[in-house]
């Protein structure tokens, strides 16, 4: 008997809700299906089942951090399972929600029993997520440590990354799940993105390459991270900053969820209570939304840097965040945005309104009549087991005053 298939993240995987009159009824049991497998704790001796049940299935894609190497069970070597995945969850809950509200009026079962039974086991995933939320209410979060090879020689390619004047960093993240709102889609910050991971290892593989470096730097740096989420990539850099040699960075992480805030500045707090190699960074969570940003205390003083990653994922996101950074950023300073391509599902083509909002005719001027556009481009390509299955590629865009 071969081993269950991994489903397919929800996200990427469920057809539209307003397209369902138009899918046959087996597409909308597969769909059903693939929740089912995702959703339903079974006993392990039942788990097989669902493979012979679910054959159709397509093949699988990783999801949230989920690894090659396991291919069956959804989950990765350090346990962390679709099911686990608030976003993906979030997801399946409105879709369940929003087949119920239709389900009596779909033309494409072929009886009313076929009709009953897809209710039937929508209710049952449904109410499923209900009751998980009473018996795992004592223990939401996922705290994880994140290792990073710092390369502290000064190349500016990565044919050196097996250097051996190497050191680890390692950021412990609490991806908090706890005090969440599961009627709130806004917190995606709670949990950390492919595109921070991607650019925490670019910083740490090539710092010179993005001009994070003593001479480019000085030793006071101040730093900005915009949309930081659980905060990966501001203490990162607390971290390898000092090894650097920049030895007194100031970094202000911020975020405009409130709970996303809370999460972070317990993160920033989790990384730099004991070691006494960071106590000469400053490092705080500062809230900042981009639409109003009110830059009082402590975001009084414009940046040497703006860092931000996966943060466009609205129409208006690129707009909002070019007038801010425009405020927030020194005449000479740079702003570094890593995007995530989304191809697929309702993010599609968001990414194109990163290039159209910096174009370098609109936007707020500077003394000089200068405005913030893109100096430069470079793609980076998925790799397995980092970012979910509809996350294709990442384009980090080097940004400043032209
Ligand atoms: C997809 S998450 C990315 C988080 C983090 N940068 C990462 O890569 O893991 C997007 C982040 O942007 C924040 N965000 C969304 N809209 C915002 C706004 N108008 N102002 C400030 N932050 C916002 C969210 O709260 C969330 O933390």
Same mark, same amino acid.
């Given at each position: 008997?071969?081993?269950?298939?991994?489903?397919?993240?929800?996200?990427?995987?469920?057809?539209?809700?307003?397209?369902?009159?138009?899918?046959?009824?087996?597409?909308?049991?597969?769909?059903?299906?693939?929740?089912?497998?995702?959703?339903?704790?079974?006993?392990?001796?039942?788990?097989?089942?669902?493979?012979?049940?679910?054959?159709?299935?397509?093949?699988?894609?990783?999801?949230?951090?989920?690894?090659?190497?396991?291919?069956? $069970?959804?989950?990765? @070597?350090?346990?962390?399972?679709?099911?686990?995945?608030?976003?993906? /969850?979030?997801?399946?809950?409105? +879709?369940?929600?929003?087949?119920?509200?239709?389900?009596? @009026?779909?033309?494409?079962?072929?009886?009313?029993?076929?009709?009953?039974?897809?209710?039937?086991?929508?209710? $049952?995933?449904?109410?499923?997520?209900?009751?998980?939320?009473?018996?795992? =209410?004592?223990?939401?979060?996922?705290?994880?440590?994140?290792?990073?090879?710092?390369?502290?020689?000064?190349?500016?390619?990565?044919?050196?990354?097996?250097?051996?004047?190497?050191?680890?960093?390692?950021?412990?993240?609490?991806?908090?799940?706890?005090?969440?709102?599961?009627?709130?889609?806004? =917190?995606?910050?709670?949990?950390? +993105?492919?595109?921070?991971?991607?650019?925490?290892?670019?910083?740490?593989?090539?710092?010179?390459?993005?001009?994070?470096?003593?001479?480019?730097?000085?030793?006071?740096?101040?730093?900005?991270?915009?949309?930081?989420?659980?905060?990966?990539?501001?203490?990162?850099?607390?971290?390898?900053?000092?090894?650097?040699?920049?030895?007194?960075?100031?970094?202000?992480?911020?975020?405009?969820?409130?709970?996303?805030?809370?999460?972070?500045?317990?993160?920033?707090?989790?990384?730099?209570?004991?070691?006494?190699?960071?106590?000469? !960074?400053?490092?705080?969570?500062?809230?900042?939304?981009?639409?109003?940003?009110?830059?009082?205390?402590?975001?009084?003083?414009?940046?040497?840097?703006? !860092?931000?990653?996966?943060?466009?994922? =609205?129409?208006?996101?690129?707009?909002?965040?070019?007038?801010?950074?425009?405020?927030?950023?020194?005449?000479?300073?740079?702003?570094?945005?890593?995007?995530?391509?989304?191809?697929?599902?309702?993010?599609?083509?968001?990414?194109?309104?990163?290039?159209?909002?910096?174009?370098?005719?609109?936007?707020?001027?500077?003394?000089?009549?200068?405005?913030?556009?893109?100096?430069? @481009?470079? /793609?980076?390509?998925?790799?397995?087991?980092?970012?979910?299955?509809?996350?294709?590629?990442? /384009?980090?865009?080097?940004?400043?005053?032209?």
């Amino acid at each position: 008997m071969s081993p269950a298939r991994r489903p397919l993240p929800p996200s990427s995987s469920l057809p539209a809700i307003c397209s369902l009159n138009n899918q046959s009824e087996s597409c909308i049991l597969n769909a059903l299906g693939g929740l089912h497998a995702i959703y339903i704790r079974l006993p392990t001796s039942l788990a097989f089942q669902i493979s012979s049940a679910h054959k159709d299935l397509p093949a699988a894609i990783d999801s949230g951090y989920a690894s090659d190497n396991d291919e069956g $069970s959804g989950k990765d @070597e350090e346990g962390f399972e679709l099911r686990d995945d608030p976003y993906e /969850r979030a997801f399946a809950e409105r +879709w369940l929600t929003g087949f119920l509200g239709r389900a009596e @009026e779909l033309m494409c079962f072929e009886s009313e029993d076929s009709r009953q039974r897809a209710i039937d086991k929508a209710s $049952s995933i449904l109410a499923s997520f209900f009751s998980q939320d009473e018996e795992e =209410d004592e223990d939401t979060e996922i705290t994880r440590d994140y290792r990073f090879t710092l390369n502290l020689d000064s190349y500016e390619t990565e044919e050196h990354r097996e250097s051996k004047n190497s050191e680890i960093i390692t950021v412990q993240l609490t991806d908090g799940l706890a005090g969440r709102n599961d009627t709130d889609h806004t =917190d995606v910050g709670l949990q950390s +993105w492919g595109a921070a991971f991607i650019f925490t290892e670019l910083m740490c593989a090539v710092p010179a390459r993005l001009n994070f470096t003593k001479q480019s730097f000085g030793s006071a740096p101040r730093i900005i991270e915009l949309g930081a989420g659980t905060g990966l990539v501001g203490i990162a850099l607390g971290k390898i900053l000092p090894r650097l040699g920049v030895l007194t960075p100031n970094i202000i992480a911020t975020d405009f969820h409130p709970t996303v805030l809370a999460n972070l500045q317990a993160n920033i707090n989790k990384n730099f209570s004991v070691s006494t190699r960071e106590k000469s !960074v400053s490092i705080q969570a500062a809230p900042l939304d981009w639409e109003t940003a009110d830059l009082s205390s402590p975001l009084d003083e414009q940046a040497d840097v703006l !860092v931000a990653t996966d943060v466009i994922y =609205d129409p208006e996101h690129a707009v909002w965040l070019r007038d801010c950074a425009a405020r927030m950023l020194k005449p000479d300073g740079v702003f570094w945005l890593m995007l995530t391509v989304r191809t697929t599902g309702k993010f599609e083509g968001i990414g194109g309104t990163v290039r159209t909002s910096f174009d370098g005719r609109d936007g707020v001027r500077d003394s000089q009549g200068r405005v913030l556009a893109i100096l430069d @481009e470079e /793609r980076f390509a998925r790799p397995n087991g980092i970012g979910r299955g509809d996350e294709s590629e990442y /384009r980090l865009f080097k940004i400043g005053w032209a």
